[in-house]
């Protein structure tokens, strides 16, 4: 009977409770997440209670166990999930792939520079036990990450070192994850997770998710408060622009006339900043267009994206030749002298790795900047950049003095 009488007590607390999933960019893809915001906490316990009692519809994520039922050992495990004591926690990665991992997490391998740097960026560097050999010649960027043992190439990387090493927890590209990781390494105990760290669409909810991932929710969230502030006031501004004023752009990356369709990153970065990405809507993934076709768009601004592995630029260097030069043979381009991008010096160059990483809000500044430079006059691109690099990246290094990242430089008033 007393037992009885505190489950009745308990339904009608329970059903004074009003708890719709709060407003958010997305649904936080980790199993505990009951209410489906962007977040675990307290309202996802009484969620949970409520679904027990048939008082709420069931969701996918309230069954933080992942054991196809919910129940009172769900409430239990999201309660362990806030408090960061669960044995272990399970996720909807970036390439919709269920991944349970064990805890503490002590060993990791990473196979792109993107995880490595968002790993570093939650504090969790001294965590990494291999990575590619991509971070291995980023010395300047990642001078203690570079030293730690490569394990391969992302697209090749060496599955018996994998192996042999044993890690808690291997991360790379969405892409990747599927064509090279899963059919090597799928049937091992090592969890696989992708997440990709290089668009701004999921930047915040994958850093969320590695922060559960890691323990290291609170650095998680600090990350996201610095890319989505600086995120959030340029589309405060950039969002009263009407369509007629917004520029026009033409994204080249990685090689001559390889453009960014509707989605990839760069696109994805150009339509934050506020500007109109004219080839969206080709048809592949990175087309490679003729030069006829951009001088009949006629762009108001040309963005290039240039990886040091093209011309000298990037924290490794401070000689900014090749990167004028460079600007200089896309501005001598037969016929683009007519395009008014050119005719107005509006050609920029800029770091590869600035737009496709979790550098990406700092590319969205300088677009934003050189799209629209009297709208966002009182911004400084690269004073966003040093603060980036102060607090989430732990190396001793100046912007203002070192590195090519972008070309021409900005004046700030």
């Given amino acids: 009977m007393k037992t009885n009488t505190l489950v009745g007590i308990t339904a009608i607390m329970l059903l004074c409770c009003t708890l719709p999933a709060a407003a958010s960019d997305y649904t936080l893809g980790v199993f505990g997440n ?27 994520l309230a069954d933080a166990k992942h054991d196809d039922r919910i129940n009172m050992q769900d409430v239990t495990q999201i ?79 060496d599955y018996e070192m994998i192996l042999s090493i044993n890690p808690d927890l291997v991360i790379s590209y969405k892409s990747a994850t599927v ?20 668009r701004e669409d999921s930047m915040t909810e994958e850093f969320e998710k590695l922060g559960y991932i890691l323990g290291k929710r609170d650095e998680a969230e600090r990350y996201s408060d610095f890319f989505s502030d600086t995120r959030d006031m340029i589309n405060d501004r950039v969002s009263e622009l009407q ?14 006339y390889k453009t960014y369709v509707r989605g990839k990153g760069a696109d994805v970065a ?9 080839a969206a809507d080709l048809e592949g993934h990175y087309p490679e267009v003729d030069s006829e076709w951009v001088i009949v768009q006629n762009p108001d601004v040309i963005v290039r994206l240039t990886p040091p592995s093209k011309i000298a630029c990037g924290y490794d260097v401070d000689d900014p030749t ?27 160059m800029l770091l590869y790795e600035f737009g496709c990483s979790p550098r990406v809000s700092i590319t969205i500044a300088y677009m934003a900047k050189w799209f629209y430079p009297d709208l966002f006059e009182d911004m400084d691109p690269q004073a966003l950049h040093q603060e980036y690099i102060d607090d989430f990246c732990g190396i001793d290094y100046n912007v203002m003095k070192h590195g090519v990242f972008v070309y021409p430089l900005l004046e700030v008033s």
């Fill in 34 to 60: 009951a209410n489906e915001d962007d977040t675990i906490n307290m309202q996802d316990v009484t969620y949970t209670e409520l679904i027990i009692l048939e008082y709420r519809d069931e969701t996918e």
């Fill in 79 to 157: 309660e362990l999930v806030i408090l960061g004591k669960e044995k272990e926690i399970t996720i909807i990665d970036t390439a919709d792939r269920i991944v349970t991992v064990d805890k503490p997490v002590e060993s990791v391998i990473v196979l792109t520079d993107d995880s490595a740097e968002a790993i570093r960026a939650l504090g969790a560097k001294d965590e990494v036990v291999g990575v590619s050999i991509d971070i291995t010649d980023e010395k300047a960027f990642f001078p203690e990450l570079s030293c730690v043992q490569c394990v391969g190439k992302w697209n090749a990387p």
């Fill in 179 to 198: 064509k090279y990781l899963e059919p090597q390494l799928g049937d091992t105990d090592i969890p696989l997770v992708a997440l990709d760290f290089y």
């Fill in 243 to 256: 369509e007629g004023d917004r520029v026009r752009v033409y994204l080249e990356g990685y090689s001559d």
């Fill in 270 to 278: 150009c339509t934050a900043a506020g500007g109109i990405n004219i």
């Fill in 322 to 348: 090749e990167i004028i030069a460079k600007r200089d043979d896309v501005m001598a381009r037969a016929g683009w002298d007519h395009t008014s991008a050119v005719e107005d010096g509006r050609v920029h």
